[in-house]
T-cell receptor, first 113, second 113 residues
Framework: QKEVEQNSGPLSVPEGAIASLNCTYS??????FFWYRQYSGKSPELIMF????GDKEDGRFTAQLNKASQYVSLLIRDSQPSDSATYLC?????????????FGKGTLLTVNP | DADVTQTPRNRITKTGKRIMLECSQT?????MYWYRQDPGLGLQLIYY???????NKGEISDGYSVSRQAQAKFSLSLESAIPNQTALYFC????????????FGPGTRLTVL
């Protein structure tokens, strides 16, 4: 069974620090990788996606992908208390254009003022 | 108005009852999904539909059925609810032309007593 693994946390960082969230996946054929943010009691919202090895930056967020190691990470620079949420890693297992996502269990991030 | 709506938002029911959760979207997306989320767990895919005539089982479809009444509507039914179906249910949509992004509804909190 295809799996997506994340540290459950909680991960606690001080305001202004870099938060590093990690994810590993089991399916070597996976092509697309996503990070969702979910506030308590709310629905997930997409914050980043990445397809190619290397880094992808969007504002304070950087996604990093290493397909050889089957590893994807999310860095949040200058962390703010409003970043406190659960971060879900998701991997496309469908291949091609059949996007069907497998989600990790999420990492709870707490940013302390 | 929200692009993806779910009704009801909260529901308490009894074991053995039939219940339907409804999802509607105004995004014009062709693909729709139903997930459930349990505390401390990630999102698990129940059913997905890539168009009105295409419905597929996800990883946890037992005990559930779906109906895609129109491109904009996708309903999830529990024929005979049981307590371990108590969970938070999310509907999501995506556009096959831009299938990299799934948009989630606000969720339905279901309690089966």
């Amino acid at each position: 069974q295809k799996e997506v693994e994340q540290n459950s946390g909680p991960l606690s960082v001080p305001e202004g620090a870099i938060a590093s969230l990690n994810c590993t996946y089991s399916d070597r054929g996976s092509q697309s990788f996503f990070w969702y943010r979910q506030y308590s009691g709310k629905s997930p919202e997409l914050i980043m996606f990445i397809y190619s090895n290397g880094d992808k930056e969007d504002g304070r967020f950087t996604a990093q992908l290493n397909k050889a190691s089957q590893y994807v990470s999310l860095l949040i620079r200058d962390s703010q208390p409003s970043d406190s949420a659960t971060y879900l890693c998701a991997v496309n297992e469908g291949g091609g254009s059949n996007y069907k996502l497998t989600f990790g269990k999420g990492t709870l991030l707490t940013v302390n003022p | 108005d929200a692009d993806v709506t779910q009704t009801p938002r909260n529901r308490i029911t009894k074991t053995g009852k039939r219940i339907m959760l409804e999802c509607s979207q105004t995004k014009g997306h062709d693909r729709m999904y139903w997930y459930r989320q349990d505390p401390g767990l990630g999102l698990q895919l129940i059913y997905y539909s890539f168009d009105v005539k295409d419905i597929n089982k996800g990883e946890i479809s037992d005990g559930y059925s779906v109906s895609r009444q129109a491109q904009a509507k996708f309903s999830l039914s529990l024929e005979s609810a049981i307590p371990n179906q108590t969970a938070l249910y999310f509907c999501a949509t995506s556009d096959s032309r831009r299938a990299d992004t799934q948009y989630f509804g606000p969720g339905t909190r279901l309690t089966v007593l």
